[in-house]
């Protein structure tokens, strides 16, 4: 066991869910939709743990919940060994900060560059506006922002300029976990490389633990230490991203896997097996959730929910390992 595996966890996930009433009309009654059912994670120092999982499966949710933005309708998330809801505005920015999916919609388009930067040193009030322009102008150094975009707006800055505003805005606090909600998806293909270096440069030094949600796997593949698969509000997988990629075992991560597009020619779009049936959040079917689309299903699949089943570093909610 190394090291970090053996430190306690810096943010834990104990069996949160999220359900949401959903309006279907005027005179319909609202449906309860569970985005998030019973999920279990532990991020420990030093890690990246990837979250990959189709849209809709309830990835952005469960970041939410472990953010402190919404409130978990079962389970707790805690941060620093302490529940993250019951931590103070203030304190919980200290330890945990977000890096959201688009860089044009998360920064203010009305504020220069170094007050967006500075807002989270100055809700901190234990500061001099000495140490925070300081602070700041430190930060964007460090993201590799030029010192003259210190006055300008969002709006004059590139997408990936931006992202790397958000990300020193983020970190300008010192958090202990960042989590990065997709973070490249908005960016041209040129600047995703340079915001993931980027990211794996201030984990080295800075000694940040990472939340990453993505549904690009590659992306998943470069950054991560370990990956969590989650289809309709459950994880179905976890495991260390070596591993998982090399030997991936439910058959939902077998055909993420295998639905990677590849640059080869003539070997077209990949067909993985799963027909035309889409995971639906408002009908989540009896037994395994995956069971209508999988090609390996048994008779078992189709009415009793799969045990999960761990070792030392893998986890797996399948009836084919029970």
Partial sequence: MTQAEAAPPILEARDLSRAFDVGQGMFAP???ITAVDGVSLALRPGEVLGIVGESGCGKTTLARMLLGLIAPTAGEAHVDGRPTHALPGRERARLIQPVFQDPYSS???????????ALPLIAQRRFTAREIAMKVAAMLDRVGL???LLDRLPVQLSGGQRQRVAIARALVAEPKVVICDEPTSALDVS????????LADL????????VLISHNLAVVEHLASRVAVMYLGRIVEEAPVDALFAAPRHPYTRT???SVLTPEPGLGI???GLGTTLPDPTNVPPGCRFHPRCP????VCRTVPPPRLTTAHNAVECHLFA
């Fill in 191 to 198: 600047v995703q490389a340079q915001i993931l270096n980027l």
């Fill in 107 to 117: 920064l203010n388009p009305r504020r220069r560059i170094r007050d967006i930067v």
């Fill in 30 to 32: 609202a449906k309860t």
């Fill in 296 to 299: 390996q299903v048994m008779e």
């Fill in 256 to 258: 993420l896997l295998a």
């Fill in 146 to 148: 030029a010192p003259e």
């Fill in 203 to 210: 984990r080295r030094d800075l000694g940040l633990s990472y």
């Fill in 270 to 272: 990949p067909d993985v």
